[in-house]
T-cell receptor, first 114, second 112 residues
């Protein structure tokens, strides 16, 4: 069974430029999460989807970040415009349902904003 | 507000040693606690999940315990190997909430 797929793996952009990350969760997983992980820290939740509905986006900086999960499968996280402080690893995870406990993580996208 | 702390931040041991990683959390009202492993440049891999009603879980050389009343969990690794070198993170899911709270991790290095 394929795991969570993310692309790109690495991205280097200049500040004020837009950037987008893509995630394909494990087939059949209804819940999808986007996390941001800063160097030396644990992941922090940005947004959680139940199917196509964003049910927890309280940590998403809505002035510059946006996300969508069309048809309840793939998801895209966008930053526009990017700032220096956005440099981090962006992780996508999925689970069968939110209460099904185990989250399966993708390899992440490492973003560097110059 | 739930906070998760992991001690030590880094640990170096010779191959073959048994070791314990510690995780503490401030609010005992949790749904479950999970231990993850993260290799450099990669995502997280789930190791063990302990439900709030459980005291421990075991998988191979790994054993995780949970003491909700004291807000503590430990991950025991028996007969450590160089392949165990990675960052180990613990995460709690608060009762009634949906946001998993992660610790900063313990970076483990097992010397051959």
């Amino acid at each position: 069974e394929a795991g969570v797929v993310q692309s790109p793996r690495y991205k280097i952009i200049e500040k004020k430029q837009p950037v987008a990350f893509w995630c394909n969760p494990i087939s059949g997983h209804n819940t999808l999460y986007w996390y941001r992980q800063n160097l030396g820290q644990g992941p922090e939740l940005l947004i959680r989807y139940e199917n196509e509905e964003a049910v927890d986006d309280s940590q998403l900086p809505k002035d510059r970040f946006s996300a969508e999960r069309l048809k309840g499968v793939d998801s895209t996280l966008k930053i526009q415009p990017a700032e220096l402080g956005d440099s981090a690893v962006y992780l996508c995870a999925s689970s069968l349902s939110d209460r099904k406990e185990t989250q399966y993580f993708g390899p992440g996208t490492r973003l560097l904003v110059l | 507000k739930q906070e998760v702390t992991q001690i030590p931040a880094a640990l170096s041991v010779p191959e073959g040693e048994n070791l314990v990683l510690n995780c503490s959390f401030t609010d005992s009202a949790i749904y479950n606690l999970q231990w993850f492993r993260q290799d450099p440049g990669k995502g997280l891999t789930s190791l063990l999940l302990i439900q709030s009603s459980q005291r421990e879980q075991t998988s191979g050389r790994l054993n995780a315990s949970l003491d909700k009343s004291s807000g503590r969990s430990t991950l025991y690794i028996a007969a450590s190997q160089p392949g165990d070198s990675a960052t180990y993170l613990c995460a709690v899911r608060p009762t009634g909430g949906f946001k998993t709270i992660f610790g900063a991790g313990t970076r483990l290095f097992v010397k051959a």
